[in-house]
Each structure stands twice: as structure tokens, then as C-alpha cells.
């Protein structure tokens, strides 16, 4: 090396610096990659992204390639500094541990530390270029490569560790795909965040509780005089009614108002069996059922409506597909009166929000960003009369997941309106 100018020889460690960490950079870049970003861009023709998939597919080939070029490349940086402290200072032991000692730091400086931390940092930038460049390095070390890995491998079977497609398989789980969701930032916007969270939801919510109670149903009673047929279902707001003889667990089927109106206009005298030869069959779900089920359900029977019966077949409620689309979309404008409105449900300046008591527990979470318990009861009032055991009376007050609630009307043993209070976090 004596006969080797010195500025050649600092700039060929400039040169195997660089190189190595160029192979440290490209080895974290493609490692925090975004496989699934990646795919994305392969998909919309980006010949870097194919390049560099096939490198992720292959990486017991990439990282043996990087390894032995990094492994080469400190050890002739060793060799080169060593050589030029020994022409500078002499060669005595002093010499070759400073010398040994600023090559190491030097290394993990400039060639470990630094350039991992930018790839891991930037790995999109840096591993789809760097990508083209180690691609074809791969394919002329081959032979190399080949020898390395056949040691590697029978290490790797010594151990009973398994490697190849079925180790890099990297599918997400519901969770992790709710976690990748909630992690968007502004690359997804907030209505279709809320969309695709309410949509990993739907498995884990049941028709009973996005169901109208059995108290709320709008119902065509075949048992009341004609005139009063007439005069509901020329006032109802729903396309179709459920229709019962008597009491409203029998269930004699589901009427088209539409097709009621027409036979209003083309019938005289009119009687209950007209209208029960309009009826189609009913359609019974158990309350248990999730919603992403009964989806497929309302889809695989063409139904937009369920009725919700218990174990003894006494109705529940009803659910609609309405009901379920606006669990995943939100809720839609409503003309039905009584209907509370979505920008009455709020919180006041006050901090206070009044609600009647069959409001959901699901809605109150929701809108006033609350957490009451939702495994047992379905609405306030359910939540409330299960908490105190008894019928309260009016201004009682009690205090639930950090919500104080207030009981302002009980009428009929039923808790009627009661106010919430914000909780002070």
C-alpha cells in the first residue's frame, strides 16, 4: 500500500463508506417497508415497485447479498485505515488499537447508525430506487449467494425454522385492519374513516341493538273497524307495516302500503280480508343475531325487513335494512314526527342533554362521546331501571361511567325523559 498515493486512499474509503452504508440504508428501507403501499403501486404500473416486491419475495437472496457486501466492504475499510495509520505513525500496538477503535466508530457512525435511521425513516423513497440496483447485484452474485444460503438453510433446519411463502404471509387481521384505518391521518377523510371503522364494527353489534322496540313499531291492527284501516294507513310514514289480528305477537304478515293505497281507491266496501290478501309472509330473526349476517341474510332472501322475536316467539322490535345501512353511513334525514333530530343530540353550552328514555345507549355513546356499559341493557331507561333495582321517582340522580344522570319524568312505570351532565375530564 506504501506505493499507493495517499488521497487514493482516502478516497477509497469515502468510496467503501459510501457503499456500505448505501447496503445499510437499502437493507432498513426495504425491511420497514409498506408492503401493502408497495402492492398498491405495482398495481398502478410502477416498474420500481415490481422490482422491488420481487426483492421482498426474495429476501433470504437480498439479505445475503447485502450482508457479504457489507461484511467485505468494513473489513477492507479495517484494512485500508489500518494501512494508512501504520504509514502515517509506525506500526506498534498503540497505533493498531487507535487506528482499530476509530474504524469501528467510524463505521457505526457513518455507515451503520446514520444511514439506517434515514432508511427507516424514508423507506418508501430510498427502496424503491435502491431496488433497481440491487436487483441485478443479486442476479451476478448468484453463485455466491448459493453457497452462503446452502449453510444458512442447514442451520436454519437444524433449528426448525420455517422460511419461504408460508413465513412471509403477512394477511391482516380485522384488528390490525381497524388499526391501519384509525392510523390513516388526512390520507383518508374523516366521513370514510367513520364508514370503514362502523363496517369492522358490524360483527360485534346485533340487531337488537339497532332495532325499534316493540313499543315504537308502527303496526296495522286487522281487528279495528275498516275506517280506522284506512285512516293509518293514509297517515303512516313507512312503505310497509306490519300487520297482527288482535295482539301483536300474531303476526298475520307484512303489507305493502302502496298496494293499500291502490286497493283504497279500486274497492267499495272494503274488509280486513282485502287487505290480508295484499300481505307477504313475515320474516322472524332471534335478537342475537349480528349485523353483518343479517345483511347477508336481508340479501340472500331479497327482505328489507326482520322481525326480532325471543326464545318464547314474542316480538321484540323490528329491523330494517335502513337500520343497518345507517350503521355503517350514519344516520339519514328523518320526516317521521317525534323523530329527534341529529343536531339537537348534544351536548348544551351548559353541559347538560336531554333525552327521553327509550334513546339508545349505542346513539348516547356515539353523539355524546360517552362510555355506559352496553352488554346488558339497550336503552337508558333499561340501563337506569337495572341499575336501581326499582321503579325511581322523579330527580333521582345517580352516577354511571363518570356520567351523572339525572331521572326528570317517570310516567307509567316507564323513566320517560332524563338529563345527562357532562362529564369533566
Known sequence: MNSVPLWVQLLSLVVLTCISAF???????????????????????SKLAHITLWLLDHTDRMLSLILIANTLINALVTALVTSIAISAFGNNEEVLTIATAVVAFFLI?????????????Y???????????????????????WFVNLFVRGILKLLRIRTGSQARDQRLSPEELRSMVLEGGNFIPVKHKSILLNLFDLEHVTVEDVMTPR???????????VEDIKNQLTTCYHNKLLVYDGEINQIAGILHVRKAIALL????ELTAEHFRELLTEPYFIPPETDLFTQLQYFQENQERLAIIVDEYGEVQGLVTLDDIIEEMVGEFTTSTPGATRADQFNWEKQGECLLEGSTSLRDVNKRLNLNLPLDGPKTLNGLLLETLQEIPEASVSLKIADCVIEIVQVQEQVIKMVKLYRPVR
Not at 430510498?126 to 452474485?141: D, H, N
Open 23 to 45: 447496503f445499510s440504508i437499502s437493507e432498513t428501507a426495504l425491511m420497514a417497508l409498506n408492503r401493502h403501499r408497495v402492492k398498491h403501486l405495482a398495481r398502478r404500473g
Open 215 to 225: 313499543a315504537q313499531i308502527e303496526a296495522l291492527n286487522l281487528s279495528v273497524a
Open 265 to 268: 281507491n279500486q274497492v267499495d
Open 123 to 145: 423507506p418508501e423513497r430510498i427502496a424503491l430506487p435502491a431496488s433497481f440496483i440491487i436487483k441485478p447485484l443479486i442476479l451476478a452474485a448468484r453463485p455466491i449467494i
Open 109 to 121: 457512525v457513518f455507515a451503520e447508525i446514520t444511514p439506517k435511521v434515514i432508511g427507516a425513516t
